[in-house]
Protein backbone atom coordinates (compact mmCIF):
# COMPACT_ATOMS: atom_id res chain seq x y z
CA UNK A 1 0.00 0.00 0.00
CA UNK A 2 1.30 3.30 -1.08
CA UNK A 3 0.43 6.26 1.13
CA UNK A 4 0.61 9.65 -0.20
CA UNK A 5 3.37 11.78 0.18
CA UNK A 6 3.72 15.32 2.07
CA UNK A 7 5.49 18.33 1.12
CA UNK A 8 8.10 19.39 3.34
CA UNK A 9 11.58 20.92 3.11
CA UNK A 10 14.78 19.84 3.89
CA UNK A 11 18.05 21.74 5.94
CA UNK A 12 19.05 23.54 2.44
CA UNK A 13 15.87 24.81 1.76
CA UNK A 14 15.05 22.09 -1.24
CA UNK A 15 12.01 21.03 -1.14
CA UNK A 16 11.59 16.92 -0.13
CA UNK A 17 8.71 14.75 0.19
CA UNK A 18 8.02 12.91 2.68
CA UNK A 19 5.34 10.22 4.04
CA UNK A 20 2.23 11.33 6.10
CA UNK A 21 1.54 8.13 8.74
CA UNK A 22 -1.84 8.78 9.76
CA UNK A 23 -3.33 8.77 6.13
CA UNK A 24 -4.77 5.84 3.90
CA UNK A 25 -4.01 4.63 0.36
CA UNK A 26 -4.39 1.19 -1.00
CA UNK A 27 -2.54 2.68 -4.39
CA UNK A 28 -2.58 0.11 -6.74
CA UNK A 29 -4.03 -2.58 -4.02
CA UNK A 30 -7.97 -2.86 -4.75
CA UNK A 31 -9.91 -3.69 -1.79
CA UNK A 32 -12.65 -6.22 -1.69
CA UNK A 33 -16.16 -4.26 -1.04
CA UNK A 34 -17.25 -5.49 2.33
CA UNK A 35 -20.63 -3.77 1.88
CA UNK A 36 -22.20 -1.03 -0.29
CA UNK A 37 -23.18 1.16 2.78
CA UNK A 38 -21.58 2.42 5.58
CA UNK A 39 -21.56 0.89 9.12
CA UNK A 40 -23.38 2.88 11.79
CA UNK A 41 -21.37 1.85 15.41
CA UNK A 42 -22.19 3.54 18.68
CA UNK A 43 -20.60 3.50 21.97
CA UNK A 44 -17.18 3.62 21.26
CA UNK A 45 -14.95 4.69 24.18
CA UNK A 46 -13.26 8.38 23.85
CA UNK A 47 -9.32 8.31 23.18
CA UNK A 48 -9.35 4.18 22.52
CA UNK A 49 -7.53 3.47 19.49
CA UNK A 50 -9.09 1.21 16.95
CA UNK A 51 -8.15 -1.16 13.92
CA UNK A 52 -10.49 -0.33 11.21
CA UNK A 53 -10.31 -2.92 8.16
CA UNK A 54 -9.12 -2.03 4.67
CA UNK A 55 -8.83 -5.03 2.90
CA UNK A 56 -12.41 -5.87 3.00
CA UNK A 57 -12.30 -9.43 4.45
CA UNK A 58 -12.31 -9.23 8.23
CA UNK A 59 -15.16 -11.20 9.48
CA UNK A 60 -15.18 -8.87 12.50
CA UNK A 61 -16.17 -5.85 10.33
CA UNK A 62 -15.60 -2.99 10.06
CA UNK A 63 -12.68 -3.59 12.72
CA UNK A 64 -9.58 -5.58 11.35
CA UNK A 65 -9.18 -8.88 12.87
CA UNK A 66 -5.74 -9.65 10.81
CA UNK A 67 -7.43 -11.25 7.69
CA UNK A 68 -5.31 -9.46 4.97
CA UNK A 69 -2.19 -11.38 6.26
CA UNK A 70 -0.04 -12.04 3.43
CA UNK A 71 -1.53 -9.62 1.26
CA UNK A 72 -0.39 -6.08 1.63
CA UNK A 73 -2.78 -4.55 3.36
CA UNK A 74 -2.82 -3.08 6.69
CA UNK A 75 -5.51 -2.09 9.23
CA UNK A 76 -6.08 1.58 9.55
CA UNK A 77 -5.40 2.90 13.71
CA UNK A 78 -7.88 5.23 14.59
CA UNK A 79 -7.73 7.21 17.67
CA UNK A 80 -11.75 7.68 18.84
CA UNK A 81 -11.94 11.66 19.56
CA UNK A 82 -12.02 12.80 23.15
CA UNK A 83 -15.36 14.41 22.34
CA UNK A 84 -16.88 10.99 20.91
CA UNK A 85 -20.53 11.29 18.73
CA UNK A 86 -22.93 9.14 19.68
CA UNK A 87 -23.03 7.15 15.96
CA UNK A 88 -20.30 7.02 13.34
CA UNK A 89 -20.83 6.16 9.57
CA UNK A 90 -17.75 3.84 8.89
CA UNK A 91 -17.00 3.29 5.73
CA UNK A 92 -18.04 -0.43 4.16
CA UNK A 93 -16.64 -0.60 0.48
CA UNK A 94 -13.16 0.42 1.89
CA UNK A 95 -12.84 2.67 -0.96
CA UNK A 96 -13.30 6.17 1.08
CA UNK A 97 -11.33 8.98 0.70
CA UNK A 98 -11.50 10.16 4.41
CA UNK A 99 -11.03 6.71 6.30
CA UNK A 100 -12.90 5.16 8.44
CA UNK A 101 -15.44 7.40 7.87
CA UNK A 102 -18.14 6.76 4.71
CA UNK A 103 -17.87 9.73 1.88
CA UNK A 104 -20.17 8.13 -0.15
CA UNK A 105 -17.90 6.53 -2.79
CA UNK A 106 -19.93 3.49 -2.10
CA UNK A 107 -23.20 4.55 -4.64
CA UNK A 108 -21.33 4.39 -8.03
CA UNK A 109 -18.86 1.75 -6.84
CA UNK A 110 -20.35 -1.30 -8.20
CA UNK A 111 -20.31 -0.72 -11.98
CA UNK A 112 -17.06 0.40 -11.37
CA UNK A 113 -16.03 -2.55 -9.53
CA UNK A 114 -17.97 -5.35 -11.96
CA UNK A 115 -15.96 -3.39 -14.59
CA UNK A 116 -12.62 -3.35 -12.82
CA UNK A 117 -12.66 -7.31 -12.40
CA UNK A 118 -14.01 -8.34 -16.05
CA UNK A 119 -10.83 -6.46 -17.39
CA UNK A 120 -8.36 -7.85 -14.45
CA UNK A 121 -5.46 -9.72 -16.35
CA UNK A 122 -5.02 -11.47 -13.11
CA UNK A 123 -5.55 -15.39 -12.18
CA UNK A 124 -8.24 -15.77 -9.99
CA UNK A 125 -7.65 -19.04 -8.22
CA UNK A 126 -9.56 -20.67 -5.23
CA UNK A 127 -6.49 -20.21 -3.01
CA UNK A 128 -6.13 -16.98 -3.73
CA UNK A 129 -7.34 -15.06 -0.58
CA UNK A 130 -8.07 -11.79 -2.43
CA UNK A 131 -7.27 -10.28 -5.83
CA UNK A 132 -5.42 -6.94 -4.67
CA UNK A 133 -5.84 -5.39 -8.94
CA UNK A 134 -9.84 -5.97 -8.49
CA UNK A 135 -10.82 -6.87 -4.95
CA UNK A 136 -12.37 -10.36 -6.20
CA UNK A 137 -12.71 -12.92 -3.24
CA UNK A 138 -13.22 -16.58 -3.49
CA UNK A 139 -16.42 -18.00 -2.90
CA UNK A 140 -15.64 -19.97 0.61
Known amino acids: MSEPAVEGTSGDGEKKEKKNESSYEYGSCCPHVAQYGPYTVEGLESGKTLKWCTCGLSKTQPWCDGSHKPSPFRSYKWKVPD ?3 KLYTLCGCKHTKNPPFCDGTHVNLPAVVEERQKKCKSAHEEI ?4 TGCGWIPSW
Open 128 to 131: TKIC
Open 83 to 85: RPQ
